[in-house]
């Protein structure tokens, strides 16, 4: 098994910034590919960035060139570098890490990210 916590959301104000952070532990080896999803209300989950362990990295179009994903392997952690923040980025982010050798999907709890107009 594989645990993700999340920190670093909160409150901001339209073109501020905020930084994401995800820890995993556990079974870490087991873990292939990272990233971010959000899911605002009465919305489907969406994805927003994706990591490799290689470090090839995916954006969703609405965050291309504001958000930038990385990650440290040794730790493991996963951050996501959210600038230029608009209101229609308010939505519970959930950190994910992949397992390819069982095909599992691990999630944290989310942490919610809040941008007023």
């Known amino acids: 098994q594989v645990q993700l916590v999340e920190s670093g959301g909160g409150s901001v104000q339209a073109g501020g910034s905020l930084r994401l952070s995800c820890v995993a532990s556990g079974s870490t080896s087991r873990i292939n590919a990272m990233g971010w999803y959000r899911q605002a209300p009465g919305k489907q989950r969406e994805l927003v960035a994706a990591?490799?362990?290689?470090?090839?990295?995916n954006y969703a179009y609405s965050v291309k060139g504001r958000f930038t994903i990385s990650r440290d392997n040794a730790k493991p952690t996963v951050y996501l570098q959210m600038n230029s923040l608009k209101p229609e980025d308010t939505a519970v982010y959930f950190c994910?890490?992949?397992?390819?050798?069982?095909?599992?999907?691990?999630w944290g709890q989310g942490t919610q990210v809040t941008v007023s107009s």
């Open positions: 994910s890490a992949d397992s390819p050798g069982n095909g599992d999907r691990y």
């Open positions: 990591i490799s362990s290689g470090g090839s990295t």
